[in-house]
């Protein structure tokens, strides 16, 4: 069976078919045994900007230890939990799989730290965003074919990318569902691994977390199956349980919309409001663990303080690449050159240090500075 009669006989009527996928930019004869989609993944995992999130920072930096979560394992409990979800709504899990993969691809050195920093230096040049970014990675930055710059991805998969830029609802131009639900499975992820990491880190205690109403129910949910857990136990279940809960929440709140507003094809997507949404109370409980986070966590002193230490580095390193961009504008063979002279030395720069992971980005700010 070849992968567009499987699609045929495997998807929902709502999921994107790939023998109705727009194409890419570059003509290119279709493979004899992958789909597109399934083409447009593994040019993400062979690219050096997906290899290079395994030294990119997701919430706690990498002088806090080796055992939380960097950019790419986060990437990866994306990946797996929007591939469940895709698989039991029927959906295009080759498409959800890529998507996943890509999603983060932009994030530069340092987080949302450096990405700040980067942002704010390129303010008055339309700025810095990670979102944007991967899009210049893979149409512009990747050099991996002789024939064009960039992955030349499926418009499919551009677009979903282009899509998390501005994620307000436009009547009659919502994105594809394979697209709504990574979206909804990094929420899923990372409410749930940030605080499994800042717990391993002992920056939150577990009573701390007990305040929060969606925490006490995962615990209570926990304490009802088992008796006499270790404080260790008693997390990891609850991490646990806290996934599966909003997967199967999601799932719920999906089906339940879909039958609502009469979804019978990616037109009626398109056309219908968001439908990856968690059911109302379950939104309101995953909005007091994510304020929560925020000032808990990712305010907390220690995350602050690597925090600062990381984008001094990363500003100066910029400044001073801006100021004498030569040892950038003369490595061969990249294209950094041409868009310092079509764009700006700046958006060069800032190009260059986006693609640089936490360590390389510090080890080059040594040198630099000792020159
Ligand atoms: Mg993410």
């Not at 932009?106 to 979102?131: I, K």
């Not at 979804?263 to 056309?271: G, L, Q, Y």
């Amino acid at each position: 069976m070849d992968y567009q009669q499987r699609e045929t006989l495997l998807l929902a009527p709502y999921a994107m078919q790939s023998a109705d996928s727009a194409g890419r930019v570059h003509d290119e004869p279709s493979h004899p045994y992958r789909s597109p989609y399934q083409r447009d993944r593994d040019r993400i995992v062979h690219s050096s900007a997906y290899r290079r999130l395994a030294h990119k920072t997701q919430v706690f930096t990498g002088e806090m230890g080796d055992y939380h979560r960097t950019r790419l394992t986060h990437t990866q409990e994306v990946a797996s939990i929007a591939r469940t979800l895709a698989r039991s709504l029927r959906l295009n899990e080759d498409l959800v799989e890529a998507l996943a993969l890509a999603h983060d691809i932009g994030h530069p050195p340092f987080g949302h730290a450096g990405e700040d920093l980067l942002n704010e230096r390129l303010e008055d040049q339309g700025g810095f965003n990670h979102n944007r970014q991967a899009v210049r990675l893979v149409t512009l930055l990747e050099k991996r074919y002789p024939q064009f710059a960039g992955l030349n991805l499926s418009h499919e998969m551009l677009d979903g990318q282009r899509r998390r830029t501005d994620k307000r609802f436009v009547e009659g131009n919502s994105p594809l569902l394979e697209v709504q639900i990574v979206d909804a499975a990094d929420s899923i992820a990372y409410d749930a691994h940030d605080a499994d990491d800042a717990l391993e880190l002992g920056i939150l205690e577990l009573e701390e977390l007990a305040e929060l109403e969606l925490w006490r129910e995962a615990l209570d949910r926990v304490r009802a199956r088992y008796t006499n857990l270790t404080q260790t136990e008693l997390r990891r279940a609850t991490i646990h349980e806290l996934l599966d809960w909003q997967v199967g929440d999601l799932l719920s709140s999906v089906r339940a919309l879909l039958i609502e507003h009469q979804i019978f094809s990616t037109a009626d997507v398109r056309r219908a409001p968001p439908l990856a949404v968690a059911s109302g109370e379950l939104a309101e409980q995953k909005r007091q663990l994510e304020s929560f986070l925020f000032a808990r966590v990712y305010r907390h002193p220690k995350v602050l303080a690597s925090r600062m230490e990381a984008t001094a580095a990363l500003g100066d390193l910029f400044d001073r690449l801006v100021a004498d961009p030569t040892p950038l504008l003369t490595k061969p063979g990249n294209p950094f050159a041409e868009i310092a002279a079509t764009d700006s030395t700046a958006r060069a720069v800032a190009d260059y240090l986006g693609c640089l992971t936490d360590h390389a980005a510090l080890e080059e700010h040594s040198r630099m500075a000792l020159i």
